[in-house]
């Protein structure tokens, strides 16, 4: 019998189980600083923050949102601003706390997040300074990141300003050395969101072709975050989608998620109106 | 409790290198742009010292018996009252100002305040090994005893970075509980033997300053280092006792909170 690739994803050891998970956030200011005092004197006693429902001024930028990610997968987050994509990254990297719901790792020794590619980076100091700067932030030690340095400096392409301050790197270049850094950590789990927005092409083709290696050895996954729907189609394994912080698609077939996605973000307009509007996407992403 | 230490202390361990780099990132990274650079650390401290020995020449009547040339007490007082305030203030702007960063990393935020702690701590030697010669210049004569200093300012470091972890997570969401504390951390340099001597008679203040610790944690050090000898022995005892347990209780409070308050972080 001939295997489809439907079913050895399915026997691929799931690396991350997310359930049900929900974030709350909210909207206005003082709201904000007033369940945060709440919070905190909660939690000072010992007791759960509020998990009840949702209270004045808070809405959920993620709710009841589940899905597996497994061995060998490219994720591909898709989803418009403000759907609650970054959140789930940070959810999943540990950096929020669940509200509810269960985030279940399996066999994840070490997890990279890159949210912002110039956080911790220091304008003054120079690349090479920031290689070690950044590498420590992701947790190496200085011996490990001796014996990456190399691989970074050579992934990088930045041989030639590795002694120039990062402040007069362009972002691009910028983006290069950070995602240069990050991929060293080699990591069981790699979260990418929006990172290589602003690297230039070459290089971007460069990060997806070592990407689709990078999974292929044994207990690795990606999940990268866009909300560019072209990158979709250069990587991804598979796709979920995120609408107002539901998940409202996850399947395997690029192709198709996209056409769901634009089909749904022009949802509720008139038939004329979304072809001309479906013709301009196309015509600027494709 | 011991627990609590553990944790931290392998956690700290474990990012030792980030330390490491964050440290200098600070100390050197304000000088970067500067030609002369580190000489800076020793140029900025010079100036403040060379105010008091001016002052000093001036002849500038001592309030209450100091047992020290004043100006040499108050050279000595308000070095190791800084000693208090600035581990305070940084540890206590903490989350606010390297949120954005805790919020797309996620290493412990208490390596943070090990970098803090550290770059404090040099912050302080240098000018401390200047105001010493000071002091000598004045007249002060060390004991032995006198090198037990730097361990007798445990205490306040542990009191102020206890205050500063509690009030680094108020920060975020109680900005008018914060700005009062600020202020009265201000103003508690006044109410503290610090520009007068500890038995000064002074109505109400007296006995305020009879029950601030700070009395007798800025006072043993003040004594040690420039008589060599011990104030209030017991006082000091209760109060690091004291200062010990706050700051484990803070920290259980920082590590419990932090997290969660930092999502409330509103300019990222």
């Not at chain 1, 789930?88 to 020794?109: F, K, Q």
């Not at chain 1, 956080?119 to 030690?141: H, Q, S, V």
């Given at each position: 019998m001939v295997k489809t690739d439907q079913m050895s994803q399915s026997e691929r050891k799931v690396m991350i189980s997310v359930k049900e998970v929900s974030k709350r956030f909210c909207k206005e200011l003082k709201a904000n600083m007033y369940y945060g005092i709440k919070d905190v004197i909660r939690q000072s006693f010992g007791l759960a923050p509020h998990n009840g429902d949702l209270r004045p001024h808070e809405f959920w930028a993620l709710n009841g949102v589940s899905f597996d990610l497994h061995e060998g997968e490219i994720l591909a987050v898709i989803g418009a601003n403000g759907s609650?994509?970054?959140?789930?990254?940070?959810?999943?990297?540990?950096?929020?706390?669940?509200?509810?719901?269960?985030?279940?790792?399996?066999?994840?020794?070490?997890?990279?997040?890159?949210?912002?590619?110039?956080?911790?980076?220091?304008?003054?100091?120079?690349?090479?300074?920031?290689?070690?700067?950044?590498?420590?932030?992701?947790?190496?030690?200085?011996?490990?990141?001796?014996?990456?340095?190399?691989?970074?400096?050579?992934?990088?392409?930045?041989?030639?300003?590795?002694?120039?301050?990062?402040?007069?790197?362009?972002?691009?270049?910028?983006?290069?050395?950070?995602?240069?850094?990050?991929?060293?950590?080699d990591p069981d789990l790699f979260i990418i969101d929006e990172a290589l927005a602003v690297g230039d092409s070459l290089f971007k083709a460069k990060c997806y072709e070592h990407l689709q290696e990078y999974v292929k050895q044994p207990n690795k996954a990606v999940i990268y975050v866009t909300n560019r729907i072209r990158k979709v189609m250069a990587v991804a394994s598979r796709v979920i989608i995120l609408d107002k912080g539901t998940l409202i698609y996850d399947n395997t077939d690029a192709a198709d998620a996209l056409e769901f996605y634009i089909n749904n973000c022009l949802k509720g307009l008139s038939e004329e109106l979304r072809e001309t509007r479906l013709r301009r996407v196309q015509e600027f992403e494709m | 409790m011991v627990k609590a230490v553990a944790d931290l202390w392998s956690g700290l361990r474990d990012y030792r290198f980030l330390i490491r780099q964050l440290v200098r990132v600070s100390i050197v990274g304000g000088y970067k742009k500067s030609f002369i650079g580190l000489a800076w650390m020793f140029i900025l401290p010079l100036l403040a010292v060379l105010v008091w020995i001016v002052l000093n020449r001036a002849g500038v009547v001592a309030p209450g018996d100091t047992g020290i040339p004043y100006p040499a007490y108050v050279l000595l007082s308000t070095s190791i009252w800084g000693f208090f305030l600035e581990i305070y203030k940084s540890s206590s702007n903490v989350l606010a100002n390297e949120g954005k960063l805790l919020i797309m990393k996620d290493f412990p935020k208490e390596v943070l305040l090990a970098e803090k702690t550290v770059v404090h701590l040099i912050n302080f030697a240098i000018p401390l090994v200047l105001n010493i010669c000071v002091l000598l210049l004045f007249g002060v004569r060390f004991g032995w005893a006198s090198l037990l200093f730097p361990l007798s300012l445990l205490p306040l470091l542990l009191l102020g970075l206890a205050i500063g972890m509690i009030v680094a997570v108020l920060r975020i969401v109680a900005v008018d509980i914060c700005t009062m504390i600020d202020e009265g951390m201000k103003l508690l340099m006044f109410v503290t033997p610090i520009v007068y001597a500890p038995k000064i008679e002074a109505g109400w203040l007296s006995g305020f300053i009879q029950w601030n610790p700070l009395t007798y944690l800025i006072g043993f050090s003040r004594e040690l280092l420039s008589r060599g000898t011990f104030f209030e022995p017991a006082g000091y005892l209760a109060c690091s006792l004291v200062a010990a347990l706050f700051f484990l209780f803070a920290l259980a409070f920082f590590r419990a909170t932090a997290k969660r308050v930092l999502e409330r972080l509103v300019n990222n």
């Open positions: 609650g994509k970054t959140t789930l990254m940070r959810l999943i990297a540990g950096i929020y706390s669940l509200d509810r719901g269960a985030i279940e790792i399996n066999g994840i020794g070490k997890t990279t997040a890159i949210f912002a590619l110039n956080a911790g980076m220091n304008p003054l100091f120079t690349g090479l300074e920031n290689i070690y700067l950044k590498g420590a932030m992701f947790g190496l030690t200085k011996k490990e990141l001796k014996e990456k340095l190399d691989f970074i400096i050579e992934f990088s392409e930045l041989q030639e300003f590795l002694n120039s301050p990062v402040g007069n790197y362009s972002s691009g270049m910028k983006a290069r050395l950070a995602y240069s850094v990050a991929i060293a950590t | -």
